[in-house]
């Protein structure tokens, strides 16, 4: 069983940055490929961020390129999102996922397991 533990959100106004980190539990963390999703309220689960098992590979959602970055630490078993030059439609739960088989992709059906989430709110 995969446990993922966010941290890291919190209310920042426009134009400014937050760091959001998905710690993991267990040895087999360089084996997952991982990925960052967001809810607004009555909204689906969006698409943020995915970074393949190694970390040399990244795709981001149209929405956030150029501003956010993920990263992974597979000797800590965490992942990271830096997210710089924040806007007001940022705000949502961020979300980080595990796929542990699989290829990454951007839909959240690809990913087995999830975290709880954190809220990022960015105020204009």
């Known amino acids: 069983q995969v446990q993922l533990v966010e941290s890291g959100g919190g209310a920042v106004q426009a134009g400014g940055s937050l760091r959001l980190s998905c710690a993991a539990s267990g040895r087999a963390f360089s084996t997952y490929v991982m990925g960052w999703f967001r809810q607004a309220p009555g909204k689906e689960h969006e698409f943020v961020a995915t970074i393949s098992r190694s970390g040399g590979s990244t795709y981001y959602a149209a929405s956030v390129k150029g501003r956010f970055t993920i990263s992974r630490d597979n000797a800590k078993n965490t992942v990271y999102l830096q997210m710089n030059t924040l806007k007001p439609e940022d705000t949502a739960v961020y979300s980080c996922?595990?796929?542990?088989?699989?290829?990454?992709?951007?839909?959240?059906?690809?990913?087995?397991?999830w975290g709880q989430g954190t809220q990022v709110t960015v105020s204009s």
């Open positions: 996922a595990a796929q542990v088989i699989g290829m990454a992709g951007s839909r959240a059906d690809q990913y087995e397991h």
